[in-house]
């Protein structure tokens, strides 16, 4: 074992949050940098010795280089058994899983999620803890902190390890297994969702298309989508995982995804078609011709829980990140069970989902599990849906209009303004919030302001709070404006404009959302005066 004297401090200009750290791949090359973050984290964790580690990721560039370094330090810093998928791939939700089901003490996950990859790409290391959930806020502090004063990592001097085949193995005085990344999250989703049901209806001739973007999810999809549920091979498209995407942005929306949409929207395309990202967390769902709002997705998904065998027995509650719709809260009133409504991000639920307060949550980004994880799930959300519409023998978009005629429609678009100056962006909120005592009562146009707040989240849990979790202008017949900026963002900052109304007369559903939220919208642009600060008249990208 080595003790390598190091004397710089990793981290200074972007501290890691509980989405891990995430840099350009060129960054992490740099002598010591990722050695640094890794010999931090054992640093803060304890009783971790002897213990067992999950480590995988999303097959992007640099992941194998990583997983050889963490090997030698994990070595080097006592753990007592590293689990690695095959190849060291594992998607987010499967390291979620294996933790869980292997009782580790915590995991790696090697992804920048949705970021491009590739050797001028983003790279990404984060830690998940004991419940298989993002390490919270706490220890990632502390990690943080303890990078900068660290001045040595422990390593051990060995060859690389091999990955590449299953079984086990030893590095020093560690036990390594590397372990297929299918298996155990195949099981669970086999446990969760009725295969035959869904087998039966691709049997019926029920045409599915899955866009795995290259990422980590291909082999995941070939395995259940195809091999175990018997979807035509070809079903699967893009099913190879890429270390650098084939040069795209694995990101599952109307815009990165854009073949897969274009193929629904053909007259003899298939009936149902989904995506996941880089990581496989994110999802989305598609009908012929027709796209699932994530927020409409999470509502339908707990209106139709009943339907499905892991969730026969109904939900405990259910969660969504402020800005996501409220459609899933008529859903909950209806079910008479708790919603709770958390800040953006993934890391609010875990909590929720310990405590067995929830059992279904979901952000509008995309982003929607249960608590059979502690990770928002892709692949899981596309077999919720495909186990739904089996079930029912329904398309997708019957589904939804279904849902729309017993709980109404709620529009909802975001308007994402990115890379504006920073201070533009912060003097822009801070005017707005200066206003919100004054806002309600202001009409514009036939629109109402009935109140404005700034959100704020009281964790019912462990009584934490969290302040400043965006700006809200509640408009009279229960529409909403919501505003707040990222905290994702790399360049400048990203502000994001959130809009919805609800509209309960079928008879005046509009397919276009832009066309029926335009009031809102343009309401949404004067009251912030977004142009005034930030010079930009339309956002960058519209959801
Ligand atoms: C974005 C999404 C948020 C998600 C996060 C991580 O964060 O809005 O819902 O949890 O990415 O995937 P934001 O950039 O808005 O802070
Ligand atoms: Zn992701």
Redesign the pocket.
Known sequence: MRRVQVWTTPFDDQRPGT?GLRKKVKVFQQPHYLENFVQSIFDVLKDYRGGTLVLGGDGRFYNREAAQIILRIAAANGVGKVLVGRGVILSTPAVSCVIRKHRAFGGIVLSA??NPGGPDGDFGIKYNVANGGPAPEAITEKIFARSLEIDAYHIVDAADVDVDTLGSGQLGSMAIEVIDPIADYAALMERLFDFDCIREHLQRGFRLRFDAMHAVNGPYAHAILEEKLGAPAGSVVRGESLEDFGGLHPDPNLVHARSLVDALAQEDGPDFGAATDGDG??NMILGRGFFVTPSDSLAILAANATRVPGYADGLTGVAR?M??SSAIDRVAESLNIACYETP???KFFGNLLDADRITLCG???F?TSSNHVRE?DGLWAVLFWLNLVAATRKPVAALVREHWQQFGRTYYTRHDYEQVDSAAAGDMMSALRGELPKLPGRRYGSLEIVGADEFAYDDPVDGSRSEGQGLRIHLDGGARIVY??????TEGA?L?VYIEAHQMDSSKHDDDPQRALEEQIRAAAELARIAHFTNRTAPTVIT
């Open positions: 989405s999620s949705h967390d994110r990140s800005p996501t953006t991000g993934w952000e509008e980004s982003g928002k707040r900026l990222s905290g994702t963002g990203t994001r």
